[in-house]
């Protein structure tokens, strides 16, 4: 049984990569999508309900005509039985075929086959159907190059959203002049909704894996992601500490209210939240209400235990701070100035050890907001804040950007959770929630690496689709190296296996070597120096022979960059 067990998750994991939907090469500009990535797009679309449309989605109406659970429940159970991940097999199948046929031979077609091959009453399937037809029409119809030449003749361009064409197919068209969200209205009672499930699965998972609720969560904040998911980081933070976002009659977020511990069924958690400077502009009146939620419970009168934020906030004033200060729970950068600045360091190898980049966050985000702050520099505040976290947290929401595409990620929450080691003592638990899929996925930070490791960067569909671009392919490729040794570098989260597989793939093949030289031999000189780095540090120790031949390439490379040995 074991045997089974272990073969249902390992073919679960594969199932998870082999859906993933990840981008193949770079976006050409007035370019729309065609073909198998058409399909891919529209099927992750048709995975998840749609309220605000009045639309099902085609997983659930096919779950429920099949009379099986939720689609949910399935992905769920088929980690364990294998009727349960014949039936998810099925389900999905039969969701892309479907979508297949609407894409190349129309509705009508895509009809019938739900009809034939599921038993899809017609009514709900053709709403779900017509959707899907909408927004492809809205993927296809190139407005890029239109609104380019309207907005450089100083004619009005159509305002649209910002945000993931899966989480939200209303930013399609594209072309449109981006807009961002009324801050009065974060978090949206949508995002609230869904923060609930999200915040019960990462503390299940810390309970499972710790033994117990983590008594202080450190949790990263940005601007563009609450734009995009209208607050759905904002609502876990809330629901974490157990409070409600409350509405006037105009319909803005300007109080909260306490959410009583029999509904929340758990204590509440203290959280130290660390935002952006973007967040900290655009959402200020956002910044506002946690600060105030955060006052609302930590001081009310309940049992420590069930209290964290008022636990916390009482063994700070016991050792001498004001209310005020031992409820400081909003820290980012000083006015006017932007991101931790980890990410530079990391990226130009100026530290000596990782101390140095928890300190230089600490230095770049210790100014409180809130109050009773306004801004002012608090070190000491957010010094003894982070002494208590013992899980550090951020969210995902967009299909296109991961933890290794941009090193944002690991400049904040590689950063943060640095910082916290340093000043807790011991390395905290570090999750993300992964909510580009319809079934939201609670991953530890080595658990994420790994999946974008192998979906992205050690992936031939996604590393050939960047190489046909050339010069800026092989960049971007260096570009994620360098990110995912940036993990290593902040959070020592990467296994030494993916610096072995990065090796093999791009370096020690000599025709990809050779694609790669001719296309840019600068990123790849940054490329292998940074896997020789890596193994300097101590993060990845190759087999015989392997750090031998990078040092041969990298001189190869610097002598070629030099014009070492080349005549006119």
């Known amino acids: 049984m074991d045997h089974d067990r272990v073969v249902l998750e390992i073919y679960e994991q594969l199932l998870d990569l082999e859906q ?6 770079l976006h050409l500009f007035g370019q729309p999508p065609d073909g198998r990535e058409l399909v891919d797009t ?5 995975a998840f309900d749609r309220p605000e ?3 099902r989605s085609l997983s659930n109406l096919i779950a429920e005509a099949l009379g099986l659970p939720d689609y949910s429940t399935v992905v769920k159970e088929s980690a364990t039985s294998a009727e349960r991940l014949a039936d998810r097999e099925r389900i999905e199948a039969t969701v892309r075929e479907a979508v297949g046929e609407l894409v190349k031979r129309g509705l ?14 017609r009514k709900p399937a053709l709403e779900a159907l017509a959707f899907l037809d909408r927004v492809r029409r809205d993927a296809t119809s190139g407005g890029e190059m239109e609104g380019l030449l309207r907005g450089l003749s100083g004619q009005y361009i159509e305002p649209g959203p910002g945000a993931d064409i899966v989480q939200n197919p209303a930013v399609l068209p594209t072309g449109r002049n981006t807009h961002a969200v009324n801050p009065y209205g974060i978090p949206s009672p949508l995002a609230f909704s869904k923060a609930g499930p999200t915040v019960d699965s990462l503390l299940e998972r810390h309970l499972r894996e710790r033994g117990g609720f983590p008594e202080a969560i450190g949790m990263v904040l940005w601007g563009m992601d609450n734009i995009k998911t209208q607050g759905e980081g ?12 409350e509405r006037d009659s105009l319909n803005r977020v300007t109080s909260v209210s306490v959410i009583p511990l029999e509904r929340l069924g758990r204590p509440r958690i203290d959280v130290v939240m660390t935002v952006s400077g973007i967040f ?18 930590a001081a009310l009168d309940e049992p420590p235990n069930w209290n964290l934020l008022r636990k916390h906030a009482e063994q700070r004033m016991g050792a001498g701070e004001t209310f005020d200060d031992a409820a400081a729970r909003v820290f980012s950068n000083a006015a006017g100035n932007y991101g931790s600045n980890v990410n530079f360091m990391v990226g130009d190898s100026q530290w000596q050890n990782r101390d140095e980049l928890g300190d230089l966050f600490v230095t770049r985000k210790c100014f409180a907001y809130g109050r009773a702050h306004g801004g002012r520099e608090a070190r000491k505040l957010l010094d003894n804040a982070l002494g208590q976290v013992e899980a ?5 929401d967009n299909a296109e950007i991961g933890i290794t595409d941009v090193d944002h990620y690991f400049e904040y929450l590689g950063g943060l959770t640095q910082a916290v080691e340093k000043r807790a003592g011991t390395k905290p638990s570090v999750y993300l929630a992964d909510g580009v899929s319809s079934v939201l996925k609670v991953r530890s930070l080595q658990e994420a690496i790994r999946f974008e490791s192998r979906a992205k960067t050690l992936n031939p569909k996604w590393y050939e689709g960047l190489l046909r671009h050339g010069f800026q392919g092989v960049a971007h490729v260096e570009q994620h190296v360098s990110n995912t040794f940036g993990w290593s570098a902040t959070a020592g989260a990467v296994d030494p296996w993916v610096y072995d597989e990065i090796a093999a793939t791009y370096l020690l093949d000599h025709a990809m070597l050779e694609r790669m030289k001719s296309a840019n031999p600068d990123a790849t000189r940054g490329l292998t120096a940074r896997l020789l780095e890596a193994r300097e540090r101590g993060f990845w120790t190759p087999a015989e022979g392997i750090g031998e031949r990078l040092d041969e ?4 490379l610097e002598d070629e960059l030099e014009g070492v040995g080349v005549h006119p």
């Open 20 to 25: 993933r939907l990840i981008p193949v090469g």
């Open 53 to 55: 449309a009045g639309v």
């Open 392 to 396: 550090t947290y951020q969210n995902i």
């Open 234 to 245: 904002v609502a876990q933070a809330l629901w974490l500490i157990g409070a409600a976002p």
């Open 280 to 297: 900290r502009d655009l959402f200020g009146p956002t910044v506002d209400m946690l600060d105030r939620a955060v006052r609302t419970i």
């Open 42 to 46: 529209l099927a992750a679309v048709a």
């Open 553 to 556: 390439i990298l001189d190869g």
């Open 108 to 121: 009508e077609l895509a009809l019938r086959h739900l009809e034939r091959e599921a038993g899809v009453p």
